[in-house]
């Protein structure tokens, strides 16, 4: 089955700029979309359609993408960013939705 | 306040079912499709399940093709995730997820409940 593919782990100073990838065959002909999740709450969309970010979200954030690989920037990363950061995207056919494995973000 | 609100959750013994409900609050979800995203204690998330607004076309994951079936009632405003011949591996929160506002995301999430499959 289709799957995407993230690093496990990010560790970044508060200031710094933060990338966290996301690959898949599929991701040329899919959006892709990144959550981000604290402990014991929702996930909350932060970036869609690969680079969009929804009202709400600061501008710290963006997405990018080239190819078979995506990509989630958090720049001047704070405190409050630490969380765990999910791409998800669809198969070639469009109908199965994936997530990634999910990326721990220490700050 | 336009909510999602899961129940049903519960312990099971393996083998054994349950049929968990996703509720709209503050709006209709007769207009939505309706997914279902599970996360294993201490895992990542995983896409279980959907449901188109009107029920007429469904999708689930490999991991549970055969054993969940997901339908929906919309003039009682909730969707089902009927979860047959449990197993352990089916532990998890269990998460009903929408796009409200923001195209092609699941911008609103419900809670969760716990289902936990353990003899």
């Known amino acids: 089955s289709y799957k995407l593919t993230q690093p496990p782990s990010v560790s970044v100073s508060p200031g710094q700029t933060a990338r966290i990838t996301c690959s898949g065959d599929a991701l040329p002909k899919q959006y892709a979309y990144w959550y981000r999740q604290k402990p014991g709450q929702a996930p909350v969309v932060v970036v869609y359609k690969n680079t969009e970010r929804p009202s709400g979200i600061p501008e710290r954030f963006s997405g990018s993408g080239s190819g078979t690989t995506v990509t989630l920037t958090i720049s001047g990363v704070q405190a409050e960013d630490e969380a765990d950061y999910y791409c998800?995207?669809?198969?070639?056919?469009?109908?199965?939705?994936?997530f990634g494995g999910g990326t721990k973000l220490t700050v | 306040e336009v909510q999602l609100l899961e129940s049903g959750g519960d312990l099971v013994q393996p083998g054994e079912s349950l049929r968990l409900s996703c509720a709209a609050s503050?709006?209709?979800?007769?207009?939505?499709?309706i997914n279902w995203v599970r996360q294993a204690p201490g895992k990542g998330l995983e896409w279980v399940s959907d449901i188109s607004a009107s029920g007429g076309s469904t999708h689930n994951a490999d991991s549970v093709k055969g054993r969940f079936t997901i339908s929906r009632d919309n003039s009682k405003n909730t969707v089902f995730l009927q979860m047959d011949s449990l197993r352990r591996e089916d532990t998890a929160i269990y998460y009903c997820?929408?796009?409200?506002?923001?195209?092609?995301?699941?911008?609103?999430w419900g809670q969760g409940t716990l289902v936990t499959v353990s003899s």
């Open positions: 503050g709006f209709s979800l007769s207009s939505f499709a």
């Open positions: 997820a929408t796009t409200v506002a923001t195209p092609g995301a699941f911008d609103l």
């Open positions: 998800q995207s669809a198969d070639n056919s469009g109908v199965y939705i994936v």
